[in-house]
Nanobody, 115 residues
Framework: QAQLVESGGGLVQPGGPLRLSCAAS????????MNWFRQAPGKQRELVAQ???????NYADSVKGRFTISRDNAKNTVSLQMNSLKPEDTAVYYC?????????WGQGTQVTVSS
């Protein structure tokens, strides 16, 4: 059974950068989409960034121009470069990978944007 492990969360000041990474342990065949979600306290989980096999990417309006998703298909990893962070970006961030065998989720990593 494959598992996803996120890393890179932490405390950052407003305006600062942070990079999240997610790696799959075990084999996931024919991964299609690689995604980053986030969930802030009291709010629903939302899709932040999506990378679809073939190269297309999609972003939530709230992060466009600030966040960049990238993937390495050979290594089954996905990263999220977050720049110009705002306090409202504070949330637990989750990576998700999907394919014919189903959807796999990481355990989440906390990102806190505060001075």
């Amino acid at each position: 059974q494959a598992q996803l492990v996120e890393s890179g969360g932490g405390l950052v000041q407003p305006g600062g950068p942070l990079r999240l990474s997610c790696a799959a342990s075990g084999t996931i065949f024919r991964i299609g989409a690689m995604n980053w979600f986030r969930q802030a306290p009291g709010k629903q989980r939302e899709l932040v960034a999506q990378s679809i096999s073939g190269g297309n990417t999609n972003y939530a309006d709230s992060v466009k121009g600030r966040f960049t998703i990238s993937r390495d298909n050979a290594k089954n990893t996905v990263s999220l470069q977050m720049n110009s962070l705002k306090p409202e970006d504070t949330a637990v961030y989750y990576c998700m990978m999907g394919g014919p065998s189903g959807a796999y989720w990481g355990q989440g990593t906390q990102v806190t944007v505060s001075s």
